[in-house]
Nanobody, 126 residues
Framework: QVQLVESGGGLVQAGGSLSVSCAAS????????MGWFRQAPGKEREFVAA????????NYADSVKGRFTISRDNVKRTMYLQMNSLNPEDTAVYFC???????????????????WGQGTQVTVSS
């Protein structure tokens, strides 16, 4: 099991940028594939981005492709999501998730993840 804690959310104007982080503890971080999901008010939680345990393979939802960048630092045991060109539709609680994985795999379904953070709020004003 891995414990996950998100940070870095906040309020930003449309067109702006924001970075959120996910710090991990517990299991060896380099064995864990990671992902970001988000849930807007009144909507189901949706996939945002995923990264393999080594960081070489990434996957993005179409809605964020070209605007968001997922990355990780296995020494610091931290995953990041850099969000650019934000719009009000990006407003949501952002969750990080993790699971033990083989090298090179990413996971886009929340059902495939075992461990979750508590979430961090990102609000984009128009």
């Amino acid at each position: 099991q891995v414990q996950l804690v998100e940070s870095g959310g906040g309020l930003v104007q449309a067109g702006g940028s924001l970075s959120v982080s996910c710090a991990a503890s517990g299991r060896t971080f380099s064995t864990i594939a990671m992902g970001w999901f988000r849930q807007a008010p009144g909507k189901e939680r949706e996939f945002v981005a995923a990264i393999s345990r080594g960081g070489s393979i990434t996957n993005y939802a179409d809605s964020v492709k070209g605007r968001f960048t997922i990355s990780r630092d296995n020494v610091k045991r931290t995953m990041y999501l850099q969000m650019n060109s934000l719009n009000p539709e990006d407003t949501a609680v952002y969750f990080c998730a993790g699971r033990v994985a083989i090298a090179g795999r990413t996971y886009t379904s929340q059902k495939e993840y075992d461990d979750w953070g508590q979430g961090t709020q990102v609000t984009v004003s128009s």
